[in-house]
């Protein structure tokens, strides 16, 4: 089965780094598929932030495009997140996810919190 | 980018009743949309894509129905355990998705 576990510092301080990681088990993220990350804020907006394929390329919102890059290590089946310059409107619950053909996301993560404060 | 309008944000119902929630996109998404359900401490579920398509493990007494700009989640005879957070997603635009505000189901 695919799983999807997040991990990273649940607190991180105004314009400092947000760096998460997403672990996936049961499928490789080389195979197919894209990999997104999506955060749910405080109030229960959902927000796409972008995604990395399985060939490596990667797509961003454009809202969050200068601030944040997804990469990834194929041989831990890992990707990651890094927001740069965080704000405390970037304290959300921060999820990755899977998506395909339909490009609807069909494996995620049970989400980790990150609150920013100083 | 298309925006979502999901109605009810909150809606309290009772087990055995039929639910209906609401999604609006702004401007015409064909069948690109997804249902989700969120539960606190659990991963998030697809529920439904393209608009009425059950996804593999989806009980029956769900459904949904639309196409273009107006859509709908229906839960029929509702069980203990379908009261959550769901949320509307489109994936018309190809490298952007967006989400409803989500609508929240209570125990009446």
């Known amino acids: 089965e695919v799983q999807l576990q997040e991990s990273g510092p649940g607190l991180v301080k105004p314009s400092q780094s947000l760096s998460l990681t997403c672990s996936v088990t049961?499928?490789?993220?080389?195979?197919?598929?894209?990999w997104n990350w999506i955060r749910k804020f405080p109030g229960n907006k959902l927000e796409w932030m972008g995604y990395?394929?399985?060939?490596?390329?990667?797509n961003y919102n454009p809202s969050l495009k200068s601030r944040i890059s997804i990469t990834r290590d194929t041989s831990k089946n890992q990707f990651f997140l890094q927001v740069n310059s965080v704000t405390t409107e970037d304290t959300a619950t921060y999820y990755c996810?899977?998506?395909?053909?339909?490009?609807?996301?069909?494996?995620w993560g049970q989400g980790v919190m990150v609150t920013v404060s100083s | 980018d298309v925006q979502m309008t999901q109605s009810p944000s909150y809606l309290a119902a009772s087990p055995g009743e039929s639910v209906f929630i609401s999604c609006k996109a702004s401007?015409?998404?064909?069948?690109?949309l997804a249902w989700y359900q969120q539960k606190p401490g659990e991963a998030n579920k697809l529920l439904i894509y393209?608009?009425?398509t059950l996804q593999s493990g989806t009980p029956s007494r769900f459904s949904g129905s639309g196409s273009g700009t107006d859509f709908t989640l229906t839960i029929r005879n509702l069980e203990p355990e379908d009261f959550a957070v769901y949320y509307c997603?489109?994936?018309?635009?190809?490298?952007?998705?967006?989400f409803g505000a989500g609508t929240k189901l209570e125990l009446k």
């Open positions: 049961g499928y490789s993220i080389t195979s197919s598929y894209r």
């Open positions: 990395i394929n399985s060939a490596g390329s990667t």
């Open positions: 393209s608009g009425s």
């Open positions: 401007k015409s998404i064909s069948n690109y």
């Open positions: 996810a899977r998506s395909g053909s339909p490009r609807a996301f069909d494996y």
């Open positions: 997603q489109q994936y018309y635009e190809k490298h952007m998705y967006t």
